[in-house]
């Protein structure tokens, strides 16, 4: 029964594994939009609080969309390669001590599982059967919490990154320049609090969070952002600083 149960522990982990990793994915694809949103919907107010002509409007909003999401893709690649590369010194490390000293990982092993409330004869036991069918697996999920398979890649979240980043400035930069004048402002206040209310909520029940007090906080902080560059580019262009 028990060189059953072990193997089909074992195998299931990385489902879990798996579901966890795509949930971090969705949630930073979320938090990657909320940035689009917020910053290119502060962007082209900030200019409408200028001037209502078009024109700059939309080439201050599309530098910020182009220049946001390089900005995010530089940002996420440098992150993710860092912690690619830590990944793989930590697996090549782990490696390295099996061939050297197999009998003290195993020890180390079986230190582990004892530690987590077996009994000293169980985790030996354990140990001795995981190494021999997966030596380096083991020591990295138990030690590492690792998985060979999984490793992180930098272009995939530079990717995913920028990709997120464009698909939420998209609305601000529609809401902003598709109405007529006199309603643009208050018609890109509406879709943009109203769509970080969303993916607020949605981020906070990704992670399992409060929706309402997520969303609650990035509509008053997106509102602020929004409230902020309007007034300042309300009085640039009072000033005569900017001729609108």
């Known amino acids: 029964m028990d060189s059953t149960d072990a193997p089909t522990l074992h195998e299931n982990e ?13 949630r930073a694809g979320v938090l990657g939009a909320n940035d689009g949103i917020v910053s290119v919907a502060a962007i082209v107010v900030g200019v409408a609080g200028v001037t209502t002509d078009s024109g700059p409007i939309l080439i201050a909003g599309t530098a910020g969309v182009v220049g946001g999401a390089i900005s995010m893709a530089l940002g996420e690649y440098v992150s993710v390669s860092s912690q690619k590369d830590s990944q793989r010194s930590l697996i090549e490390k782990e490696r390295r001590e099996l061939l050297e000293q197999p009998e003290e990982e195993l020890e180390e092993l079986a230190a582990i599982y004892q530690g987590k409330g077996l009994s000293a004869d169980t985790a030996r036991t354990v140990a001795r059967e995981l190494t021999a069918h997966d030596a380096l697996g083991a020591h990295l999920s138990a030690e590492l919490n690792i998985d060979e398979t999984d490793i992180v890649s930098p272009w995939h979240a530079a990717f995913a990154s920028a990709i997120a980043f464009l698909a939420g400035a998209i609305l601000p930069m529609l809401a902003i320049l598709l109405p007529p004048e006199h309603i643009r402002v208050p018609l890109t ?9 969303t993916t607020g909520a949605l981020g906070a029940w990704i992670g399992g969070g409060s929706q ?33």
């Open 14 to 26: 990385p489902h879990h594994n798996d579901l966890a990793h795509r949930l971090n994915w969705l």
């Open 189 to 197: 206040f509406v879709a943009v609090l109203v769509a970080l209310g």
């Open 212 to 244: 309402l007090k997520a969303a609650a906080r990035v509509v008053i902080g997106g509102a602020l952002a929004l409230v902020a560059t309007f007034v300042i580019g309300n009085l640039l262009g009072a000033s005569g600083v900017v001729i609108g």
